[in-house]
């Protein structure tokens, strides 16, 4: 077999088996094939796409490259969520210990940001103590013990996606739907659970700019859960206009407390109960409206904001620093250029002002600032006069302030007349 014939194969339409496939990646990850023959092979792919055949053998190939992990020691059906990345999206924080006070059993191992998306592992590492790194027998007894323990990812998880995914990040190959499903099935699949809540963003801010897109990427992923023996769904979301009011880790963990105690957000309130009836479903075998009368409970008694708590201490957080994450060195008021309804915004150019503040990471191993991030007051649909503050600006240095306000730019656009604001859901695949 010679790779040069599988790239040929594959540039002329032709469907790749399992043995190719095989050697393709295990090729890649041992050193027998160079980079530039895979570069090669990735937009022949990107070109001619993959089937739902070779999707699933690229993305089993990937996931047996490295660790599995075997969660059968923890009771229960486990259920996993995902999120495709978005800005102010701290869903995890709140679903995660949510879902598990409702009896669900909730293994979570989640990434960190990069680039205009903001990372569940950062938000959760604003909080002082809080280890990320917990090692799997650890990880496993808290899920036994306490329903949820949230960790990073093993340095020997799926190492197949990692060099794929560095080298589509440099080949302008990423943004390919079979490529993209196989990158995060890999790692879900590897991670152990039983079930899968996907939520796949769409709009500005998002990987998937419009809904065919997200649609055909959704439907993939499913799938592939599907020939996996598992069950998924996945759910639409709309990333036109950041998640929530507040943007920048320490500001999302704040958020994202706020909401288990009932004080949250609309959109994000609603989002995380969409989402935790889903995963309920699944782990506890009811009634949407029954998990979602749950859910509500959790939230109404004060269980679920316990459950945060336990979460917490169970992996050496300091609880007492959550009355004080956000302490930066001032606020800067953002305010609108002229009178009329907010139409628009560029949620990823807000994404990269945060960035640029130092909430985000432009490349690996820059430092992040916890503190620093947006908070919104006014959002699409909100009228607002000529000076009328739009979102508070935390910061800590006041060239990334200027930098960021730079950024901010013409990001949110204003306009006379009244606009018809896009719901939150835009459709459920499962």
């Not at 880790?249 to 989402?275: H, Q, R, S, Y």
Request: aromatic residues 6%; hydrophobic residues 40%; negative net charge.
């Amino acid at each position: 077999m010679r790779m040069y014939d599988l790239i040929l194969k594959k540039r002329d339409g032709h469907e790749l088996n399992k043995e190719e496939i095989q050697y393709i990646i295990k090729g890649y990850v041992n050193g027998s094939i160079p980079e530039y023959q895979i570069s090669a092979f990735l937009m022949a792919c990107y070109f001619k796409h993959l089937t739902r055949k070779e999707t699933f053998l690229l993305t089993e190939c990937m996931r047996y490259s490295g660790d599995i992990i075997d969660l059968t020691d923890i009771s229960g059906i486990k259920v996993d969520k995902h999120s495709t990345g978005g800005v102010g999206d701290k869903t995890t924080l709140t679903l995660a210990p949510l879902v598990a006070a409702c009896g669900a059993k909730v293994a979570k191992l989640s990434g960190r940001g990069l680039g205009h998306t903001g990372g569940t592992i950062d938000k959760l590492e604003a909080i002082r103590g809080f280890n990320t790194s917990v090692a799997m027998k650890d990880w496993i007894d808290q899920v036994n013990s306490i329903g949820v323990a949230v960790a990073g990812q093993t340095a020997n998880l799926v190492p197949a996606d990692k060099k794929i995914y560095g080298l589509r990040d440099v080949t302008a190959t990423v943004d390919e739907a079979s490529l993209i499903a196989s990158s995060i099935m890999s790692k879900k699949l590897a991670g152990g659970a039983d079930a899968f809540v996907l939520d796949v963003k769409v709009g500005s801010g998002a990987f998937m700019k419009d809904i065919e897109s997200a649609s055909e990427l959704a439907r993939i992923m499913v799938d592939i859960a599907d020939i996996a023996g598992k069950k998924a769904c996945a759910i639409l979301t709309n990333m036109d206009q950041p998640l929530g009011n507040k943007v920048g880790n320490a500001l999302e963990v704040e958020e994202a407390i706020d909401t288990l105690k009932g004080k949250g957000p609309e959109d994000f309130t609603e989002l995380c109960m969409v989402l935790g009836e889903k995963m309920l479903k699944f782990a506890l075998n009811i009634p949407e409206a029954e998990g979602r009368k749950l859910l509500g409970e959790a939230i109404e008694n004060g269980t679920a904001h316990k459950k945060f708590l336990e979460l917490i201490k169970a992996q050496n957080g300091d609880i007492t620093a959550l009355d004080n994450l956000v302490n930066c060195k001032g606020v800067y008021a953002f305010k609108a250029e002229n009178s009329g309804y907010i139409s628009r915004m560029d949620t990823q150019k807000i994404g990269i002002a945060a960035m640029v503040l130092g909430a985000g990471r432009e490349k690996k191993g820059d430092e992040l600032d916890f503190s620093v991030g947006f908070d919104f007051g006014k959002k699409i649909g909100s009228y607002v006069q000529k000076g009328e503050k739009i979102l508070d600006i935390y910061y800590n240095d006041e060239e990334k302030l200027n930098a960021s306000i730079k950024a901010l730019g013409n990001s949110i656009t204003i306009d006379e007349k009244e606009v018809v604001k896009k719901p939150l859901i835009f459709d459920i695949i499962e």
